[in-house]
């Protein structure tokens, strides 16, 4: 009889915590928390204003480190990882997609989304592929001399989802990526966003918007630094919230 080998989640977060000193006092901004992320999956995590989900945020991200608990991402350890390493990581598993769009304006599109993989050392003829093909999976092949400046919000956003594309990360982490944005032009970009899900990208989703996080296939929410249950369809959101 064959036995399955047992698939690991792309990201394990296990009893996690994150602590800050302000004014002789310990802000526990997470307090032991414990989340799986799988291949694939589309996850939401929402709460309002100072309830962790940036703390948060910024460890998935390696952007911060942990004071204590493990967090396992694409089967290797990272919560201890010296600073080097963690850009490493960041550079090579997880795409960015901010609220504020981080473009810079004296870049055309192909080359704000080119900024990550002259990082990664990759070739300049092969970087510029990269980026078109990127650049064409969010709809902007025509637009790829254009500076910021001469783009919609909406087009701005599609450019930095793009970066966050090139080079295929396993991870999409994106921040309130609407939240500067209209709401009819908003609906475009998670439209974006569920498609690349479709494709088989992995995306957590940032966001202290219920409506928005409706579109995702999972639902965490975080309070005081703890996550709650996890929820599927919007009448356990609404009865979680």
């Not at 993989?117 to 300049?124: C, D, E, M, N, V």
């Not at 690349?196 to 579109?215: F, R, V």
Request: glycine share 10%; with cysteine.
């Amino acid at each position: 009889m064959t036995t399955l080998a047992k698939v690991e989640p792309l990201i394990r977060i296990k009893e996690l915590s994150k602590q800050y000193r302000m004014g002789g006092e310990t802000l526990n901004a997470l307090d032991k928390v414990s989340l799986t992320v799988e291949k694939g999956d589309f996850l939401a995590i929402i709460g309002p204003s100072g309830s962790g989900k940036s703390t948060l945020m910024n460890v998935i991200g390696c952007l911060d480190a942990p004071t204590s608990g493990e967090y396992w991402l694409d089967g290797a350890e990272v919560s201890r990882l010296k600073e080097n390493k963690l850009a490493d990581i960041r550079n090579q598993k997880i795409g960015f997609i901010f609220q504020g769009f981080n473009l810079l304006t004296k870049l055309t599109a192909i080359e704000n989304v080119e900024l990550p993989l002259i990082y990664r050392g990759i070739p300049a003829k092969q970087r510029k592929q990269q980026a078109i093909e990127a650049l064409k999976k969010v709809g902007l092949e025509e637009r790829i001399h254009h500076r910021p400046v001469e783009l919609s919000g909406g087009q701005q956003q599609r450019v930095a989802i793009a970066r966050a594309l090139a080079g295929n990360p396993p991870i999409l982490l994106a921040d309130e990526p609407t939240g500067a944005l209209d709401t009819k032009t908003g609906k475009e970009v998670m439209g974006f966003i569920k498609e690349l899900n479709a494709l088989g990208h992995t995306i957590i989703l940032i966001t202290h918007d219920i409506e928005i996080s409706h579109q995702a296939k999972r639902v965490v929410k975080i309070m005081d630094g703890k996550l709650n249950e996890e929820g599927g369809g919007q009448d356990e959101l609404h009865t979680s919230i």
